[in-house]
Structure formats: C-alpha cells, structure tokens
C-alpha cells in the first residue's frame, strides 16, 4: 500500500507531535504561567519589581547584549575566514567554533574558573591589574559569550559558502575596497540570516544556566542573572516568586520567537520578489 | 605590444596549469584563448586579470609590468562566466558600480549608465534585479557593467557558456560587432572552436598549459603548427599511417596524420581521372545527408576519411566501392604538424583545395 492511500499514517504522526509538543512545551510554559500568578497578582508584581530581580534582570540584559554584540562581531570574522580564505589549520578552525555546542556549559564554566581563578598562574597578574572574573560579571559575560559563540558563526558559513565569491571578485576588480566590497555587496547577502542568528544568540544567552551558574558565585544583587535567580527562589521554598521570575523569560522567549518567525519572513519575501 | 606575457608558469598545488607560456596582444585586437577544459585557458586570463598571481614571468599591459599591481588598479574589465552580477542591486546600481567605487559624481554616473544602457538596448530595465532577467539581458549587463569605467582592456571568460544555443549565436555576433565598434582591445575564454573562428580577430590555442599556436583563424585552420590545433581546430580525422597512401609513400616526417573532408575527392566509375596513378580504392563505410551536401565515410586502406560528396554527382550508397584522391594531408612528427601535398600531382593542376 502506498504511503499517500493511507489516512492513518499522517493522523498518527500529527497526534504524535502535538501531543508531545503539548506535554513538553505548552503544558510547562502553561504551569509556570499558572503558578506565577496563582498566589495573585499583588504577589506577582511584587516578585517581578523586586530590587534582586530587577538587577539580575539587568544583568542578564547586560551579559545577552555583550553575547551579541560581541558574537556578531567574531561570528562574521570566523564565518569571513573559513568560508574566503585558504589556509593552513581551516579545518581545525572551523571544527573550534563548534566546541561550545559540544562542551556541556558547566565544563565551560570550570575551565573559566580554572583559567582566570585563584588557582590559575594568571590570577596574580590579574589582581595586580584589579581585574575580577571568576564571581564577578566579566566571568558571566565571559561564559555567556563562549556558549553562544557558534550561533553566528555556524548560521553565516553555509550561506557565505553558497553565495560564493565571484560578486566579491567583481567587485574587486572594479577598485572596490573591503569595507565597500563588505557593506554592498556582501552584506545584503548575508543579513537575514546574521539577524536570525542573532535572534538564537540573544535567546540561548538569556537562558543560559551552566556555565554562568559555575562561574557566578551566586551573590545576590550582583553576579546573579534571571535564571540563577529562579533557582534561588525556588530552593528557598519562595515557588511563587520563582515562577514569577520564571516567567518574565518564558515572555521574552516567546518575544523572540515572534521576532524568528517575522524575520524568516521578511527574508523569505525579499528573496521571492527581487533575488532568485 | 598591448598585452604582453613572458615565461608565465603556475602551479596549483602538484598541477602545473601554465608552462612557460608567452604571447601577446596588439592593441585593439578581439583575442579568443581556446583550448579544452583543464587547458589552462581561464588560469592564463586570471592571471592577466590579478585574480591569480603568477609562480613566475612577467605580465605586461600598455608597457608597465602590472605582477604587483593590484586587481582593481589594473584597468581592466571582466566579464565572469556566470556574470556574477550583484543580486541585490538593480541594472542601474550593477552598471554604476565601478563608477561610484572610483567616486565619480553622481550626474556623471548617471549619464555614463543611460549612455551604456543605450549601448546594450536595456533603457527603461534600469530598476530590474538580475533575477528578473534572462539569460542575454544578464550577459549585455555584465558587459555594460565591464565597460562602465572605460577600461583599458576587456577580459571575458567563457562569456556565451551560460546562454542556450539558440540566443548564443545571435548574441556572439553583437557581443562581437560591439567590440569591433568600441575599438577596446579584449580578450575572451572559450573551448569552443567555432565561437573563437566567428568572433576573434586573432586565436590563441592553449593545451596542457602550454600555447600551441596563435594566428588568425585562417592561418590555424590552414597550417595548423601542431598536432593538437590540426584536430582542434575544424574538422578533421587522425590517419595512423599515411606514407601507405599513394603519392605520399615517399615522404620522411613520422607516420601519423591528419586529413579534412575537402583533402579528399571521390570518384565514381564513369568518371575520367586525371591522375589515374595516384587514386586510391575506397569502400564507402557511411553516408549521412546534411542539407547542401552528403558526408560520406571512406575506408581507405584501413583508415577512416570523412569527406563531403556534391548532391549533383552520382548518387553513392554505403557499401559502395569507388575511387579516392588524396590532395592533401597533415604529417605528424613529433609536436609538429606539416601540411603536405600529394606528390605524384603536378601542383598547378591540384593549387586549390578549397575549390574541389
């Protein structure tokens, strides 16, 4: 019997994802909705505009910026490298950007406290300097940083790749520098895809747990992010602060998902209309 | 000299794609580089380009040794082979481009664009994405966007592959007539022998990384200097051994050659034959119509002469069994190709072998 004749196939595969989808998306999301203002809203706001949670708000804005601005920048330098020039040790090279998906982010996080903490041989040099890292925001954007550091990187290299370089060489040829060679004719090629990569690179950043959590030192008020801060809550027994908190990231997921599907798109609309 | 080449060598890695090449160009003139793939052909116009750097030798254009030059400051112009326009801008900006690189005011790019656009009959497509293009308008494109800041020398590498057979010819003889008009020296990149014979002023054939030959598409159709350009270049057929043949039995240089369709002449039966001596029996292996004329496939002596019959003589059928001269032929030695003629015919009575 051929795949297409059978009604039962396709309704089986339907039910089985959105039942999975419901039980491990929507259900959770849905609870900590519930749970969050379930001791009523007066409680709710008070948790959400607590001074501990408006700072590690702040911090954990803080340290996803930092992700982003600074992982854009290396992304498209790394993405730039691999993908137009040819050298020794490329492949190696490549196969580096995609050791923070592979590495669990608490290792990240140890080989931070390692590096930069008491028991490294540069931590003399850096308290000389007066330079704090480990159980300090330059730890937490450091281990922010190193987790999201593929996103960019990895969304621009196939596309770099597929586009090729003969409008690069064009433009070349015709006395155009890098930085005008860059800004016109790579760039609109690339630009959806780096701000969809820097829309995962926000959102992994905001969520992230493991590596920060290692490297903080969970001082309330000052090297807490939003999730260490949950945590907090919650083995505190406080379960409808926690999930209030809880669910000030489950909204800006859900923000940055909207923000995913409109630039998806746009890129697909722009590319029906003018480009191939 | 316009564009001058002097012991150019390149490897790739263990690949050699140019051998000590050396030619050059004069001013003016509309050069095809021919030669099949892998022949180092498109390697040789990159280099000349400053797409590719050369191992060693010297690349001269108007005089000044351009080695160190960068590829933006050589005043050149090119033509990809898929045109690598910029997708993302529209004709005008395409055009434009080299212009506004260079700073050029704005009212002076604009009429530079409209002027060029004339050129290439596409006003009023101004505002289109390459995408929106076809295959001719995206070529006539490329080569506006090439000229824009009037360059000094047009290069163009395999500029009608992308196009259907059916626009190419048509477009070839634009392309052509555009640069005969513009007067730019230019050279292009082809493997296709009758594009090169139609368009260029003068050939270049290019093998192995090396140049075998450069003339007027005459003179290599004509006396080809090697091997390679006699069966390249227009139609011929390699002969194992052709001192077995009458009237050439005498000759000393190798053994091997080639002949064309119009070497070679066939006689039917009631036909009288001037040089009796020297005919040769042929067994008529195939015949194929092809419009004015009939290709016919001779066997002589165990070799195979492809040769063009008049549909006013004698009809002939395969398997027939008539008779065959031998006018002309390429003798083979060594990398060295010579035209020789059939001794035992006096050479007033077989001067002209195109008018047989």
Known sequence: ?276 | MYVELENINKYFKEFQAARDISFNIRQGILAALLGPSGSGKTTILRMIAGLEHPDSGDIFIDGTRVNEVEAGRRGIGFVFQNYALFRYMNVFDNIAFGLSVKKERPAAIKSRVSELLELIGMEGMEKRYPAQLSGGQKQREAFARALAPNPKLLLLDEPFAAIDAKVRRELRIWLRDMIRRLGITSIFVTHDQDEAIEVADEIIVANNGRIEQKGSPEDLYKSPATPFVASFIGESALLENYRVLKGFESETRGFSGAVRPEFVKIFTGEETIQYENSVEDAAVERIAFRGAFLEVVLNIKGMTFPTRYSLEKTPIAAGDRVRALVYRLYAFDGDRAFLLHNRNLDNSGAGNIYNI
């Open chain 1, 1 to 276: 019997m051929s795949l297409k004749g059978n009604i039962w196939i396709p309704r089986l595969l339907t039910g089985t994802s959105v039942i999975f989808v419901l039980l491990t998306l929507v259900l959770p999301l849905a609870v900590v909705m519930a749970e969050a203002l379930g001791s009523g809203l007066d409680l709710y706001m008070r948790a959400v505009t607590d001074t501990y949670t408006a700072k590690a708000l702040h911090l954990t804005l803080a340290a996803t910026a930092a992700a982003v601005v600074l992982n854009t920048f290396f992304g498209l330098a790394a993405a730039w490298v691999v993908t137009r020039f040819s050298f020794r040790g490329k492949g190696v090279l490549s196969t580096v950007v995609d050791v923070p998906f592979a590495v669990s982010p608490v290792i990240a996080g140890l080989v931070f406290i390692l590096t930069f903490g008491r028991l490294s041989p540069l931590h003399p040099f850096l308290e000389a300097c007066g330079i704090k890292i480990v159980f300090a925001w330059p730890g937490i954007i450091l281990a922010t940083v190193f987790v999201t550091f593929p996103f960019v990187a990895r969304e621009l290299i196939p596309v770099l790749e597929a586009r090729g370089t003969d409008e690069e060489q064009a433009a070349a040829l015709m006395g155009a520098g890098f930085f005008t060679i860059f800004r016109r004719v790579t760039f609109p090629h690339i630009r959806w895809a780096l701000l969809y990569s820097v829309i995962l690179c926000a959102a992994r950043a905001m969520g992230e747990f493991g590596a920060v959590s290692v490297v903080s030192g969970h001082l309330r008020g000052k090297t807490n992010t939003l999730p260490l801060h949950v945590e907090i809550l919650y083995n505190e027994y406080r379960f409808a602060d926690a999930f209030a908190v809880a669910s000030i990231l489950a909204v800006a997921a859900i923000v940055i998902l909207a923000a995913r599907n409109v630039v998806e798109y746009a890129a697909h609309k722009e590319e029906e209309t003018n480009v191939r």
